[in-house]
């Protein structure tokens, strides 16, 4: 699946920070330790969004260089960091980003890199992490299916995201972040990957679930007239079951540098 235009995320920025869920403490610590952190360590953060992985690490004292190419979600992080002087928001990609060899701990990303070409990526993390610090990505995944609410939407989503014949299949959030962990493990610079996973889940009020939906890429690039029969046809099922419980699973994937 290519990146989204620039703009898919920074459109919704308002919605992405009110509604999107934020880490598990657990997987934080995990991170901290797998990665052994020293105290005041410097994290390179990647496509921080409006912050929700920032503030957990920036409450641990850590000083933190967040890039976030939209300039709507960069200005929402920045607000909610500004407590933290340690914490600077640089509007740009990582891709453009002039890499600073050997001067991070730890670089981190949570619900981004699979935007990123997974080979350049962790080569350019190589680059810029001294030697024993440690890459750490994170993701969110949905793992609601068999859900009474998932079956009654399964039909929805076939109707309106089914490819049609010809068109590639996207790859599902889990399959892009396993890549990514086989690109980890391709990149010579690296030393055993380790993989921690951490259960939850979270219900959601029917209206705060379709602001949820509406801050996915996929929902948000759908052509009209499919996205609007699309969203009336999910806020029907929602109306119907009133709240919506999703079953999440935190994937992190973490390895140490050589």
């Known amino acids: 699946m290519p990146a989204p235009p620039a703009n898919v995320f920074n459109d919704v920025a308002t919605l992405y920070d009110e509604v999107r869920p934020g880490y598990p403490p657990a997987i934080v610590e995990a991170t901290i330790a797998g990665a052994g952190l020293p105290p005041g360590g410097r994290i ?9 992985i920032t503030l957990p690490f920036a409450r641990h004292g850590y000083t933190i260089l967040a890039l976030e190419p939209g300039d709507a979600l960069a200005a929402l992080a920045a607000r909610r960091c500004r407590a933290y002087p340690n914490i600077a928001i640089l509007q740009q990609s990582f ?4 890499a600073r060899e050997k001067a991070y701990d730890l670089v981190l990303s949570a619900q981004a890199f699979h935007w990123i070409a997974p080979d350049f990526g962790c080569d350019k993390a190589a680059t810029v992490l001294k030697p024993g610090g440690a890459i750490a990505l994170v993701w969110n995944l ?65 209206a705060d679930y ?3 939906l509406r801050t996915y890429s996929d929902h948000c690039m759908l052509p009209e007239p499919r996205k609007t029969q699309f ?24 390895a140490r540098r050589k």
């Open 95 to 98: 891709e453009a980003w002039p």
């Open 142 to 206: 949905d793992v609601s299916q068999g859900t009474p609410f998932w079956r009654a939407t399964q039909a929805i989503y076939d109707a309106h995201f089914r490819g049609t014949p010809g068109e590639p299949i996207s790859l599902s959030l889990d399959e892009r972040a396993r890549a990514c962990g086989e690109a980890i493990r391709r990149c010579g610079a690296f030393g055993n990957l380790q993989e921690v996973s951490h259960a939850w889940g979270q219900t959601y009020r029917g």
């Open 231 to 254: 969203f009336r046809a999910i806020e029907d099922v929602v109306g119907r079951f009133g709240v919506v419980h999703r079953r999440y699973e935190t994937l992190l994937l973490l």
């Open 44 to 52: 390179l953060e990647i496509g921080c969004g409006t912050g929700q």
């Open 210 to 212: 379709l602001k949820l």
